[in-house]
């Protein structure tokens, strides 16, 4: 083997080395598997739906009642993310999750399902997710060895998260064509079932003891005022919030942009959507080879640039392939920018308030999208899919100016974090060299 391809046989085997790690790589499987099934669940819902009212409106009211219990109840499972055993939650939340799904599928399958019933299943599923997103963001520090580890478990989630958003639907077009939707939700059902299998075989170690503690309310407002006084928490959250708000535009008017802008059909559609997907594949790949937290304040700055550029730009095109192209980085720059967030929240946040902060990502992200699809629906009404999109693009561009004109002061109070964590290089090797020195002889390798 060549000393090129050896290096890179060196840069893959450490893109993938949170995998090294016994739970995660239970964990990997169990919700790579069970992403592909939820995304099957969600196209063949939205496909069911339509079949029995052919309506756009009732399209719109379910994805709401799905959404909005997560935004709601999510101060409350960041609470009880800090207080409780976190792997506990999310065997009791893929239960849950198993039943609804199964009890869909029955429904389906037996051809007495009704819109009121899919409506509130979809309330049941967003609590379970308002439960289970930020524990399971908490609980990934609990199944990793190394705290250098997280960047890469992270990035590797998101790859999850993102191949599974392209398989999923082509799989779910070709089931429900050729099977129904009854068949879509029993597969979904079964995820869940590979997903709880693969938590009750892990053993995490947890980094605190449950806490009982009496006022709920007074952990929430803990929590709020830990988030609000630490200024680069409370920076990065309002960055979420805003990309959430602005990248939603873009998604919403896609069948405007490939129908009427492009002179396309639905092809031009799911090539659209695809090229956008590929994008954040990329995003998170490139993510995967970083080794540590180290200069993702930089990445988020170049990510928020790249993901500005290229909105803006295809606001503009008017030629399929052009559009393709600038999808692609369309979405690697909002993934990573995204991704990039969630990694340094997930590093400098203490433990004990881990499942609080990441409750308030889950609002800044879950609050934001719906209220940005709508105003993109509104905008696009009135001005025109293009304009809107361009204007969300300026948006991000400026987002972006902020960040960086932030970034010394955000990176100085960010580094006394990473200093007193060890992660900074020459903290990391003095705390390696006392280990080495504490060490007994017949430990020292010679």
């Keep these: 083997m060549s000393i ?29 598997i069970s992403f592909i099934g939820t995304w099957i669940q969600t196209i063949a819902t939205g496909w069911l739906i339509y079949r029995i009212t052919g309506s756009e409106f009732m399209l719109g009211i379910v994805a709401f ?43 389906t399958v037996t051809e007495t399902v009704q819109v009121w019933h899919i409506a509130l299943l979809s309330v049941c599923l967003g609590l379970v997710n308002a439960f289970d997103m930020p524990t399971r963001h908490a609980f990934v520090t609990e199944i990793i060895d190394y705290k250098a580890d997280l960047v890469n478990a992270i990035a590797l989630n998101s790859v999850l998260f993102n191949a599974s958003r392209l398989l999923g639907p082509a799989v779910a077009g070709i089931l429900v064509a050729a099977a129904g939707e009854g068949a879509c939700f029993l597969i979904n059902a079964a995820s869940y079932g590979v997903a709880l299998i693969s938590l009750l075989l892990m053993s995490p170690r947890p980094l605190r003891a449950e806490e009982e503690r009496k006022n709920i309310l007074l952990d929430m407002k803990d929590g709020a005022s830990y988030a609000l006084r630490s200024e680069p928490i409370r920076f990065l959250l309002g960055m979420t919030a805003l990309m959430s708000l602005v990248a939603m535009s873009f998604p919403v008017l896609m069948p405007v942009f490939a129908a009427k802008v492009l002179q396309g059909d639905s092809h031009t559609y799911g090539f659209l959507v695809a090229a956008s997907g590929l994008g954040a594949l990329f995003g998170t790949f490139f993510l995967t080879t970083r080794r540590d937290v180290l200069g993702l304040e930089k990445v988020i700055c170049v990510a928020l640039l790249i993901f500005g550029s290229a909105l803006t730009l295809f606001s503009f095109s008017r030629t399929i392939w052009l559009s393709l192209l600038i999808l692609v980085f369309i979405g690697f720059g909002m993934v990573l920018s995204m991704a990039s967030c969630n990694t340094v929240l997930q590093t400098i946040v203490d433990d004990d308030k881990r499942g609080r902060v990441m409750s308030f990502y889950i609002m800044a992200f879950a609050g934001a999208a719906p209220l940005g699809s709508l105003i993109a629906g509104t905008a696009s009404s009135l001005i025109g899919a293009p304009l809107t999109v361009g204007i969300s693009g300026l948006l991000s561009l400026g987002g972006a100016a902020f960040f960086i004109w932030k970034l010394p002061g955000l990176r100085s109070l960010i580094r006394p974090i990473y200093r007193k964590m060890g992660i900074l290089p020459e903290v990391a090797a003095a705390i390696q060299a006392t280990d080495d020195f504490r060490k007994p002889p017949e430990y020292s390798g010679n």
């Design 65 to 107: 009642s799905g959404q909005v219990p997560a935004f709601l109840a999510s101060p409350l499972a960041g609470v009880l993310a800090d207080r409780l055993d976190r792997h506990r939650i999310l065997v009791v939340m893929q239960f849950i999750a198993m039943a609804q799904a199964s009890v869909l599928a029955f429904l």
């Design 4 to 32: 090129r391809a050896q290096k890179r046989f060196a840069g893959f085997r450490n893109s993938l080395r949170s995998l090294n790690n016994r739970n995660y790589r239970l964990y990997f499987i169990g919700q790579g």
